[in-house]
């Protein structure tokens, strides 16, 4: 990157940290830090809220995804809409009239002592792992994409959180994500401008392109447990999973806990469902339109820089070039039945255009095979070296395309994504560990200022504690996709016990407690044995299934333990 570029990416950052710091440094009470005094309207509720849920994983993937898989990705939030409308009306007028500081409170006022503990600590194991990966998985493309040690990356995105968030508490995380929301959805608008005049063909045709290759299939309806994305999956499973998130995640809750008032929050809530939803067309579409760049200007085999320069100076160089060699004959002949096509459209030959179609589905399954062989090579050299390289398109097509200051901007981008979310989950963890579980079970009586100090010190802990994680997350496998499933192998039990305490006032806190133990066994169950089964009974359920799952298998459980309680 060029010195405009550090300028930008730097000036960017430390003036959204100094901000929040100075802005907020002087709280003095427990109840401004935990809930920010009750000042945010709804709109900055709104925004918090969704800049906590668009982590840095987000802006990397999202436009990956499409590029390899289209927009199909869009419906896992049809059912978002629609979970911000019960929890608007179930959940948040509860939390606001025993005024809780924490979403887990409650659970001691409905339940017992040990369901409210149960609640929060699964909510602490799943956030305080959440919060290493949402450091570690842009941190590891970004230091490959700039050069930078691994640690030390890790280290910068931490410490710029763990300042503010400790300075200022809910309210900091809040104001400081208004910025980062302007910067990320900014940037990511110009980027998507960018591409679409770079294109050498009209916006129409480039529609055209991009539908002729199945990227613009955003909605499948045929029904399949194993696929996790579609109307289904997003009207059904989905929504428990955002009851789950939205509804008992503290990292969440506590946005909209600071609400001026309960209208506020709601409305907060009700922008967020009916916003995200663009947003994430947005992204998608920009990941689309890179695809259709990349059909016209040749693309790298792998988008991995790091892994094909390891390659080109291994023993498999000469192997790596003939295929090279090959990937560019097959760009070329792409390239030229695309403008056949294109001109059988404009004529309206539906007879060439099927054919010219069926010729490059099957110039993309030559290219994919092409890359395959290119990832056994890399992997041959390199056997713990990671091929999976979705993550890196954007990213890899704005330094390479994108004019100077942009790219500083686009970087800045993610970083300013991977800190907001991470100083919602430091925050909130900071929270939990003060109020549900030191003040509630270890030091039951002192000063405001007393427990003021503990909630720093709690969230500078788990700050600490996210970038060790984050340091050390390279032992474990698969580690973007365990953000996604990390949730729901958790939101489910808590969703449950939520549910019952609200619907099920027959039951009591023994017969849920057991229920929530009960049901989070039979989620780790199913995941562990997913695929494999047991005896001749073999199941195949997408992750996103757990949350729904694990909400009724809560349910279903407390009420079969009540009725034995009483009899």
């Known amino acids: 990157m060029s010195t405009i570029d550090w300028i930008v990416l730097f000036g960017t950052l430390g003036t959204i940290a100094a901000y929040g710091v100075y802005k907020t440094y002087k709280q003095n009470s427990l109840d401004s830090y935990l809930r920010g005094k009750n000042s945010m309207n709804w709109w900055t509720i709104g925004l918090s809220i969704m800049a906590t849920q668009a982590s840095a994983i987000t802006f990397l993937s999202t436009p990956g995804q499409a590029y390899e898989d289209g927009m199909r990705f869009i419906q896992f939030y049809f059912g978002l809409p629609l979970a911000m409308i019960i929890i608007s009306v179930s959940f948040i007028p509860i939390y606001y009239k ?72 809910t309210e900091a995380v809040s104001i400081t994500q208004k910025q980062q929301m302007a910067v990320m959805m900014g940037g990511m608008i110009l980027a998507g401008i960018i591409v679409i005049q770079m294109l050498p063909i009209s916006f129409q045709e480039a529609l055209h392109v991009a539908g002729s290759m199945d990227k613009l299939n955003i909605v499948n309806f045929e029904f399949d447990l194993a696929d996790r994305y579609n109307i289904w999956s997003g009207m059904t499973a989905a929504v428990f999973l955002f009851l789950g998130y939205f509804g008992t995640d503290q990292s969440q809750v506590q946005r909209y806990l600071s609400g001026q008032t309960l209208s506020q929050s709601r409305m907060g809530l009700i922008m967020n469902g009916f916003l995200k939803i663009p947003m994430q067309f947005v992204i998608l579409f920009i990941g689309v339109m890179v695809f259709v760049f990349y059909q016209f200007f040749q693309p790298p085999v792998v988008f991995n820089k790091v892994q094909t320069e390891k390659l080109r100076e291994s023993e498999y160089a000469g192997d790596f070039e003939k295929l090279e060699d090959n990937y560019t004959a097959n760009f070329e002949e792409s390239k030229t039945s695309y403008m056949k096509m294109l001109d059988a459209i404009k004529e309206n030959d539906k007879e060439s255009e099927r054919i010219i179609k069926s010729e490059l589905k099957s110039l993309k399954q030559e290219q994919k095979e092409i890359r395959d062989e290119v990832k056994e090579l890399i992997v041959a050299n390199d056997p713990v070296a990671e091929t999976r390289d979705t993550d890196y398109v954007f990213m890899r097509f704005v330094m390479d395309n994108l004019p100077t200051g942009i790219i500083g901007l686009l970087f800045a981008v993610i970083f300013s994504a991977a800190m907001s979310s991470s100083a ?144």
């Open 98 to 169: 025993l005024k809780v500081y924490t979403a887990y409170e409650y659970l001691e006022n409905r339940f017992d002592l040990k369901t409210r503990t149960l609640a929060s600590l699964l909510f602490i194991i799943q956030r305080g792992l959440g919060a290493g990966i949402t450091i570690y998985a842009p941190a590891i493309i970004l230091s490959t994409l700039l050069g930078w040690n691994l640690t030390w990356t890790n280290i910068l995105i931490g410490t710029l959180v763990i300042i503010y968030t400790v300075s200022g508490g």
């Open 424 to 567: 919602s989950e430091l925050n909130s963890l900071g929270s939990t560990s003060t109020i549900d579980l030191y003040k509630r079970s270890i030091k039951k009586e002192a000063s405001d200022i007393h427990y003021l100090r503990s909630s720093k010190f709690f969230t500078a802990f788990w700050g600490v504690g996210a970038i060790l994680f984050a340091t050390y997350a390279s032992l474990f496998e698969n580690l973007i996709q365990a953000v996604n499933l990390l949730g729901s192998l958790f939101y489910g039990t808590i969703l449950g016990i939520f549910i019952v305490g609200f619907f099920m006032k027959w039951v009591n806190g023994k017969a849920v407690f057991i229920g929530a133990l009960a049901s989070e066994a039979l989620i780790f169950i199913i995941h562990f044995r997913n695929g494999i089964g047991f005896f001749d009974f073999v199941w195949n359920i997408g992750f996103l299934w757990y949350n729904a799952i694990g909400c009724l298998a809560v349910m279903l459980f407390a009420a079969i333990v009540q009725f034995f309680i009483k009899k």
